[in-house]
């Protein structure tokens, strides 16, 4: 297991907006590494998709409004926000040609690639190591973690019982991005919101998920879903 037992609950203990840690290092370091991460992706091919940087972000926006959506405050929200941001730094440490495959990858490329999760973390304790924060705690446990399963079969093998929930959520969170934006070996698949929320719950489910947070990022999906298609009826 890879973070501190102290994250397995919601981080309200501090507020990344306040916190003169959170402002003068962590904030810093997050915006140095996501812009070293949008690098990285401009000198990927020009027609890929599933671009690093544009991926976190969106995985950042949808956590903090699910954290809304389940009643958590501004506080644990945007804590969780900052948290997550940076989940996929490690990327930018693997070679730039396994990414673009115009297949499915395999079980053996599969996990070369999620190996980013650990060189993420080692990168955060490199550039951070003197820091003592709940926050790096958390944003660790994030990015070593969110590839985990709660059957187990994760990329670290860890036990769903052992997974914080804002790894739990992470989880959720980051899976539906990939899933969203299409990629050549999608072909014709459908991937539209409510599409991919049933592949979701379909395909992976209560081995892969914690089912009550997925629900409630799925209501908050449809909610949104459902007021964009209605604002597109209007037009």
Request: charged content about 30%; hydrophobic content about 35%; aromatic content about 10%.
């Amino acid at each position: 297991m890879f973070g501190n037992s102290s994250t397995k609950d919601w981080p309200d203990n501090f507020d990344f907006d306040t916190d003169e840690i959170c402002q003068t290092v962590f904030k810093p370091f997050i915006e140095n590494e996501m812009a070293q991460l949008k690098a990285y992706d401009s000198e990927r091919p020009d027609d890929i998709t599933y671009i690093f940087h544009e991926h976190a972000q969106r995985v950042a926006g949808n956590m903090k409004k699910t954290c809304l959506h389940i009643g958590l405050s501004d506080v644990i929200a945007n804590n969780m926000y900052w948290a997550i941001l940076p989940h996929d730094i490690g990327k930018k440490n693997l070679p730039l040609d396994i990414w673009d495959t115009e297949e499915k990858p395999q079980d053996s490329l599969k996990k070369y690639r999620r190996t980013h999760t650990l060189l993420g973390a080692q990168i955060v304790q490199e550039y951070l190591p003197d820091i003592d924060h709940p926050f790096k705690d958390l944003m660790i446990d994030v990015m070593a973690n969110h590839h985990e399963q709660i059957d187990g079969h994760g990329t670290h093998e860890v036990a769903g019982d052992a997974l914080s929930l804002p790894v739990r959520l992470s989880a959720i969170v980051e899976a539906y991005d990939g899933w969203r934006i299409w990629r050549p070996h999608f072909e014709d698949r459908d991937i539209s919101i409510p599409a991919v929320l049933e592949r979701m719950r379909a395909e992976k489910g209560a081995e892969i998920f914690d089912m009550n947070l997925f629900e409630s990022f799925a209501e908050m999906k449809m909610m949104e879903y459902k007021s964009s298609s209605q604002f597109e009826d209007k037009k």
